[in-house]
């Protein structure tokens, strides 16, 4: 089946690790997304790729990095940097930039 | 800047009636396309319904409907018909410029047996 997938489901961390967020589509999308959530609160754009070796900063981008070394794959890595981790991260992607967006499950980071 | 404004935190609907959520963003584009989502308590986020700007007609997926007020910068969402499976928290969305989505906060949707 075609979809994107997000591991793990749920994540703890203890404060001053790095932590990398797993996600990997087999739709054969150029774009990826990676947004945080917070309680009430719509979705905030962390980073996105329009295509491979290339990657855009988004709102909230500090504290975070991404590669996108396949075109299959946008890990995101939590630093230590990151003041308050702890958040819903859904990943996405679409066929270009402009298209609709298709989600992943989401995982669930909780910082100790 | 450009923004996505949903008023409704919360709305309540009878299982079977009707409900319109709101939505209001601010663009100086001509061009660009509008979204409304749904996240289940699962919190996998679907796409309910799309909309281009340029086009006049209002989309439409089955019990889902859009009225999009142009002029107004208006895009509420229509579910008729309302099912227990529809309760959900619901994001208008809307692209920008550089091709960024804007989300809007979000109306939770209970639906009464």
């Known amino acids: 089946d075609g979809g994107i997938t997000q591991s793990p489901k749920y994540l703890f961390r203890k404060e001053g690790q790095n932590v990398t967020l797993s996600c990997e589509q087999n739709l054969n999308h150029d774009a990826m997304y990676w947004y945080r959530q917070d309680p009430g609160q719509g979705l905030r754009l962390i980073y996105y790729?329009?295509?491979?070796?290339?990657?855009q900063k988004g709102d909230i981008a500090e504290g975070y990095s991404v590669s996108r070394e396949k075109k299959e794959s946008f890990p995101l890595t939590v630093t230590s940097a990151q003041k308050n981790p702890t958040a819903f991260y859904l990943c996405?992607?679409?066929?270009?930039?402009?298209?609709?967006?298709?989600f992943g499950p989401g995982t669930r980071l909780t910082v100790l | 800047a450009q923004t996505v404004t949903q008023s409704q935190p919360e709305m309540s609907v009878q299982e079977a009636e009707t409900v319109t959520l709101s939505c209001t963003y601010d663009t100086s584009e001509s061009d660009y396309y509008l979204f409304w989502y749904k996240q289940p308590p699962s919190r996998q986020m679907i796409l309910v319904i799309r909309?281009?700007?340029?086009k006049q007609q209002n989309a439409t997926e089955n019990r889902f409907s859009v009225n999009f007020q142009k002029a107004a910068k208006s895009f509420s969402l229509k579910i008729s018909d309302s099912q227990l499976g529809d309760a959900a928290m619901y994001f208008c969305?809307?692209?920008?410029?550089?091709?960024?989505?804007?989300w809007g906060a979000g109306t939770k949707l209970i639906i009464k047996p």
């Open positions: 969305a809307y692209t920008e410029v550089n091709y960024q989505l804007i």
């Open positions: 996405a992607s679409s066929p270009d930039i402009r298209d609709e967006q298709f």
């Open positions: 790729s329009q295509i491979v070796n290339d990657f």
């Open positions: 909309q281009e700007a340029y």
